[in-house]
Structures are given as structure tokens and as C-alpha cells.
């Protein structure tokens, strides 16, 4: 499984914008990058996922590298709200076992008021 | 209806019980997932279901048996536990595997069960 390296936690004040970093040195040509949250004592939420090119929706922003090997989740606003584990996950398609959802360590987000 | 529902959300069962867990979804997808996630971990994939057929074991103890009755339902068959098995189950479904349905995936608010 293509792997990916996060930081364990992040800061960040209410209202400013949040920069949450992944690493996916051995992504390959097929693989999407998938992002996804947990608040405390609930289910992971889908957040946004991409190829090749940014992508933005109500959520969040994804910056891909040109290289592809890292991105960055932008939150525009942090709200109390968005306190969670962020997961950053590689996906890929087809047959085998390519599109397992496998989910990393993640960063621990803790903003405050 | 964008949801994925599990049932029960709280199980207490002995090392001796069978039980089973439940999961449903009616957004028509065709790949379904368990995973386990013990506290403070991130959740680790133990089956998934593709068309109904069973495409990925990761290793699990046959003391777990999942089953996919329909594209709707998954279950998975709980016997002869240990309490190291106690956990946060999810369920989780996507549009499929192919490229076309890279999307997202929807999860379960999830069960958790404490084996005695």
C-alpha cells in the first residue's frame, strides 16, 4: 500500500486559515489523494478528495503538488467545529485490492477560541 | 439519503455469545466495508464487499464472519470473542472500485462492543 506521512498534531486559532501538510513520496500514476476526518466519538467524513489539479468545495481546499508526492489540506476558516483527526489517504482503482481505504496515523487538529 | 446505519450502537456480549452487527445503505452503492478502530488508533479495514462478493480479508480471525445478504446490507457474525476484540466497529459503503468511482466514501456512526 502506497503510505503517507502526516504530523501527529497541529494548532491553530479560531477564524484563521489551516495548512494541514501530507507526504506521498511513492504515490503512483493511479492513486488518488483522499482526505478524511474524525470528530470525537463519531464516524470519519469524507472531505475532499483529488488527481492531479486543486480542487476546492464547501469543506475545504486540496493543493497538489506538481510532482504529486505531497498536498495540503487548506481549511479557510477553522472553526471549534474542526477540531478532529485528519487523514490523508492514498487511493487507487480497479481490481485487487487498489482501492482499500487505509487509513494512517492522521494529525490530531486542535484549534482554540 | 446520504447515510450509512448501524445497528446496535452499543453491544455488550460475553466470550461465549453470538452476535451479529448491522449495517445499511440506500445510496445504491456496490462496495461495502468493516473496519475496526480501538481507541486513540486510526480505523484499521478488516473486509470489504464488492457486487455482493467478498474482494478483500484482511487476515481476520475467523471468529468474526461477514455477510452481504443484498447490495443494502452487510453484516458481520460475532462468536466466541475475546475481550482484546473490544472496539469501535464502522461500516462504510462507496459508488464502487473502478476509475470512474473513485468517490468518496460514506461511514457508519459505528457499533461498540465490549466483550466480557
Known amino acids: 500500500d502506497a503510505k503517507t506521512t502526516q504530523p501527529n498534531s497541529m494548532e491553530s486559532n479560531e477564524e484563521e486559515p489551516v495548512h494541514l501538510p501530507c507526504n506521498h513520496s511513492?504515490?503512483?500514476?493511479?492513486?488518488?489523494i483522499h482526505w478524511y476526518r474524525q470528530l470525537p466519538s463519531q464516524g470519519p467524513e469524507y472531505v475532499i478528495h483529488g488527481l492531479t489539479s486543486n480542487v476546492n468545495n464547501r469543506m475545504a481546499s486540496l493543493a497538489i503538488a506538481e510532482d504529486r508526492k505531497s498536498s495540503t489540506l487548506i481549511l479557510h476558516r477553522a472553526t471549534l467545529r474542526d477540531a478532529a483527526v485528519y487523514y490523508c489517504?492514498?487511493?487507487?482503482?480497479?481490481?485487487?485490492?487498489?482501492?482499500?481505504?487505509?487509513f494512517g496515523k492522521g494529525t490530531l487538529l486542535t484549534v482554540n477560541p | 439519503d446520504t447515510e450509512v446505519t448501524q445497528t446496535p450502537k452499543h453491544l455488550v456480549m460475553g466470550m461465549t455469545n453470538k452476535k451479529s452487527l448491522k449495517c445499511e445503505q440506500h445510496m445504491g452503492h456496490r462496495a461495502m466495508y468493516w473496519y475496526k478502530q480501538k481507541a486513540k488508533k486510526p480505523p484499521e479495514l478488516m473486509f470489504v464487499y464488492s457486487y455482493e462478493k467478498l474482494s478483500i480479508n484482511e487476515s481476520v480471525p475467523s471468529r468474526f464472519s461477514p455477510e452481504c445478504p443484498n447490495s443494502s446490507l452487510l453484516n458481520l457474525h460475532l462468536h466466541a470473542l475475546q475481550p482484546e476484540d473490544s472496539a469501535l466497529y464502522l461500516c462504510?459503503?462507496?459508488?464502487?472500485?473502478?476509475?470512474?468511482?473513485?468517490?468518496?466514501?460514506?461511514f457508519g456512526q459505528g457499533t461498540r462492543l465490549t466483550v466480557v
Open positions: 511513492t504515490i503512483s500514476g493511479t492513486d488518488y
Open positions: 489517504i492514498l487511493r487507487g482503482v480497479g481490481g485487487g485490492s487498489n482501492y482499500k481505504l487505509t
Open positions: 462504510a459503503s462507496s459508488l464502487g472500485t473502478g476509475l470512474s468511482q473513485n468517490t468518496e466514501a460514506f
